[in-house]
């Protein structure tokens, strides 16, 4: 058994907790707070918590889908990028907003408000996890 407590940073929100995801055999199977951090002090929320159950869970998508004849069919990277693509240069900025996850980190969440402002050219973005 190959037991150790990899330091990374609490993905939820703008804070930057620090916590450790305990690692067995190369499997994420806990978390535990950093009690050296200046802002967490060894102290966690609830969403920091349960940080690592969702990396795991059985319904997590780890490939693309796409609709074909009203069916989810699993498709390719390529191809489902494509497909968005093309279906969002049918819409202008008016008609296009972006809402960003809690299960992604804070660098993944910054970067899809940037495209929405940038890329899209609309402000309509929002983040689930505000607390």
């Not at 069916?71 to 202008?92: F, H, I, N, P, T």
Request: proline share 4%; hydrophobic share 35%; net charge positive.
């Amino acid at each position: 058994m190959n037991y150790e407590n990899v330091l990374t940073t609490c993905p939820y929100c703008g804070t930057g907790c620090n916590l450790y995801l305990q690692v067995l055999d190369k499997e994420i199977v806990g978390v535990l707070p950093c009690k050296e951090h200046p802002v967490s002090q060894g102290k966690l929320c609830i969403k920091g918590q349960s940080a690592n159950e969702f990396i795991t869970h059985k319904d997590r998508l780890k490939k693309p889908y796409i609709r074909v004849n009203g069916r989810l069919k699993e498709a390719s990277w390529d191809d489902a990028l494509g497909l968005v693509a093309k279906q969002l240069g049918k819409y202008g900025p008016s008609e296009l907003a972006a809402l960003s996850s809690a299960k992604s980190g804070n660098e993944d969440n910054y970067l899809m408000q940037k495209f929405t402002r940038v890329m899209l050219k609309t402000n309509s973005v929002d983040h689930c996890a505000r607390l």
